[in-house]
């Protein structure tokens, strides 16, 4: 919830509403150049819903789960058509605000034959003409599946980002850059690729549960079958895109040796583990009763902490906590193996079939000690039931020690983690800017360690303190705004604004006169956007005139 | 020397990737279709193990429903010593012309049996065959149990059983239960 209303505090403030509401209403939803609008949520929205409509038709195929669920397969297929048609109607009316249609005359009709928008028709389309001619209802549902070339919205120009980043790197290079994680040349591609296996994972983890579910399986047992074999082709591409790859990441290089490395790294095990039980069950099903490999295929879940820090972050803590942890574990197996021996001792004559040998003893002493008390094994005579209340009360403060470490291990290690991140702003603060490159290295970092907006902000502002204090004066630019402060602050003083405008507007010129005096210094066109260029162009003209 | 090793604007390692790709690819295709088939298999023997429990149904619900040849071997007679009829008359007149199991051979093998008595992992022969088991009478609280039904046993009235399929592996399925 805190996290909607910041991200609408965010989207509003960079739009502004001084703004005509056509204009307006395409920087807040569809504009790609505005950091912070909507434009990502919603494409990630009709991303989502179009995969929703796959599945739809996919299970649409199996009757045992159609007939129970006719209607409300119908309600979605109604709800994503009316999302589809409201998505394709504001594109259509906002078409005149789009650099790419409003160059010329009739920008909407532009926008209308643009096979971007050709494609949406098409998705939509079907059901609209079911609902005036009479078509087969097999035909509309077939036609549905045209609602998936919409995903081409997303893919085509991620594919051509990712060619412009990409261009004339090697081919190894480019699969680097798609299976790995790669701000620089990854792009949107790559973040596209892993939503891709991350829904994989999900997807196949949710298969081998519901397989579980005897009447699910009953129904739906070759599904799960082609499910797991697409599961398996995908992870098995990624597994063999990484270990080909890797050799272009640092500590990797050598072409054998580097390999080796990273298959024998937790992560590549964990990749290895989340394809071979198909291979395995498929090529010796015959010889051995191999139907426990498939809860195996629940370690496809483990290639999800590949996408958070959280699990490094606890590696790291239980490595540095090793020692005491060690210490802390002996003293609770000590406790284990004596109370097991004194329960053995006192109870084995009274419950010969209970306490039947100390290996017995141990299962009791342990759920005893962790306070789980079963109570399938419990003592019977005075002196097992008196020491049994000295296990309980030492059982609770014994293991609640490795729980308690940990625990404040992992908030130590985060703070640690915190006051490095400051540290390294502190280090881009170095000279005075902190740039577009810098800002999506903080971000990045900010993401991992799990901080908000306002916690990162307040670290920037301790870092900039720190600079200041270091250097007797503000940094030249923080975020995108001057002086110092915030550009909520900026813009809160009229007077302030004013000046903040006319000093970027020096600087740029300053830029200019620097540009022209040096010559074959020309700014790289390419790599500015239009709104850049023509800001560029105008300022130079109004500089060239006497 | 660079050039002689590439081929069509891709190196040799490049191009030795994109075929082992291809390959474990094709290899995932062609296991995962081997899996499908014998699914498909067993899919078989379980759509004609449902189809018997809906004609067990709609004998014990409507009789006139059922083909009158079938119908006489399958219903218990009323009579005080017991019934004369056995299970494997019954399930005789199951795979005859009319009966649900009509045509239905072994999808595994067609020279498998279609009945058996239980699912053996160690026996290949049991793989798609239908098992039917008699419900044994258990103490109140205790769970069902159940037991194979040998061919001699003669039916009777709310005779309780249930229907098994045997897997690919020739592990049972449970398909359902129902009564004479």
């Known amino acids: ?546 | 020397m660079k050039s002689s090793r590439r081929m069509r604007g891709l190196a040799l390692s490049e191009l030795a990737f994109i075929m082992c790709l291809l390959g474990a690819l094709a290899l995932v295709g062609v296991l995962g279709w081997m899996s499908l088939a014998e699914e498909r298999k067993t899919d078989r023997s379980k759509g004609r193990a449902v189809a018997l429990l809906l004609w067990f149904d709609d004998l014990a619900a409507d009789p006139a429903k059922v083909d009158l040849a079938q119908r006489d071997q399958c219903t218990p007679d009323e009579v005080a010593n017991g019934s004369e009829k056995t299970w494997l008359a019954c399930r005789n007149a199951l795979l005859a012309e009319g009966g649900p199991l009509h045509g239905f051979v072994n999808p595994f093998e067609s020279e498998y049996p279609v009945f058996g008595d239980k699912c053996e992992r160690k026996n290949t022969a049991t793989r798609g065959i239908i098992v039917v088991q008699e419900s044994l009478k258990v103490p109140p609280g205790q769970p069902a149990a159940f037991a194979p039904m040998p061919p001699t046993r003669p039916l009777e009235k709310d005779l309780g059983f249930r229907v098994i399929v045997c897997d690919k592996g020739s592990f049972p399925i449970k398909v359902g239960e129902s009564r004479l």
């Open chain 1, 1 to 546: 919830m805190s996290e909607t209303k910041e991200s609408v505090e965010i989207a509003t403030s960079i739009v502004s509403d001084q703004l005509p509401f056509r204009r307006w209403l395409y920087s807040w939803l569809l504009d790609p150049n505005i950091e912070g609008n909507y434009q990502k949520s919603l494409d990630r929205f009709i991303a989502l819903l179009i995969v929703g409509n796959l599945f739809a038709l996919l299970l649409e195929q199996v009757p045992g789960i159609l007939e129970p669920n006719r209607h409300l397969f119908h309600w979605f297929d109604i709800v994503s058509v009316v999302i589809f048609t409201i998505e394709y109607s504001l594109r259509l009316y906002l078409a005149a605000e789009d650099r790419e249609f409003n160059a010329g005359r009739f920008p909407r009709l532009r926008y209308m034959s643009s096979p971007f928008a050709v494609i949406d028709l098409v998705a939509i389309a079907p059901f609209y003409l079911a609902a005036v001619v009479n078509v087969d209802l097999r035909a509309l549902r077939a036609l549905r599946l045209l609602r998936i070339l919409k995903i081409f919205r997303l893919l085509i120009p991620a594919c051509k980002e990712f060619a412009a980043l990409n261009r004339g790197r090697s081919f190894r290079q480019k699969v680097h850059a798609l299976a790995w994680p790669n701000q620089q040349y990854g792009g949107k591609l790559q973040e596209y690729f892993d939503t891709f296996i991350v829904i994989w994972v999900l997807i196949s983890v949710l298969a081998v549960v519901m397989e579980s579910v005897e009447s699910v399986h009953f129904l739906l047992n070759v599904e799960f079958v082609v499910l797991d074999m697409l599961a398996v082709a995908v992870f098995t591409t990624e597994y063999m895109m990484r270990i080909y790859s890797v050799v272009e990441g640092p500590g990797y290089k050598h072409a054998v040796l580097g390999r080796i490395r990273f298959a024998k790294s937790g992560m590549a095990i964990v990749d290895f583990l989340a394809v071979v039980p198909f291979f395995l069950e498929a090529l010796l099903h015959h010889l051995f009763d191999l139907r426990f490999l498939r809860v195996f295929r629940l370690l496809r879940l483990l290639k999800l902490t590949r996408y958070t820090g959280a699990t490094g972050t606890l590696l790291t803590v239980i490595k540095r906590e090793w020692p005491v942890m060690g210490a802390s574990c002996f003293i609770m197996l000590l406790l284990v193996v004596l109370t097991a021996s004194l329960g053995y001792l006192f109870e084995h004559e009274a419950q010969p079939d209970k306490f039947e040998n100390i290996p017995t003893s141990i299962y009791w002493a342990v759920i005893t000690l962790a306070s789980v008390g079963y109570g399938d094994i419990a003592p019977v005579t005075p002196a097992g039931r008196a020491m049994t209340i000295v296990l309980a009360l030492l059982g609770i403060g014994i293991f609640a020690i490795p729980a308690a470490l940990l625990s404040s291990a992992f908030s130590d290690q985060l703070r640690i983690e915190r006051e490095a991140l400051q540290q390294e702003m502190l280090a881009m603060m170095g000279d005075g800017v902190i740039s577009e490159e810098e800002r999506r290295i903080i971000d990045a970092e900010a993401k991992r360690l799990h901080l908000s907006k306002e916690e990162v902000a307040r670290l920037l502002d301790r870092a900039k303190r720190e600079y200041e204090a270091k250097h007797g004066g503000a940094p030249a630019s923080v975020d995108g705004a001057g002086m110092g402060l915030s550009m909520a602050d900026i813009v809160g003083q009229p007077q302030m604004a004013a000046q903040y405008y006319r000093e970027m507007l020096a600087r740029i010129c300053q830029l200019r006169l620097a540009v022209q005096s040096k010559p074959g210094s020309e700014l790289p066109a390419d790599t500015l956007t239009p709104l850049e260029r023509d800001v560029w162009h105008r300022i130079s003209a109004e500089m060239g005139k006497p």
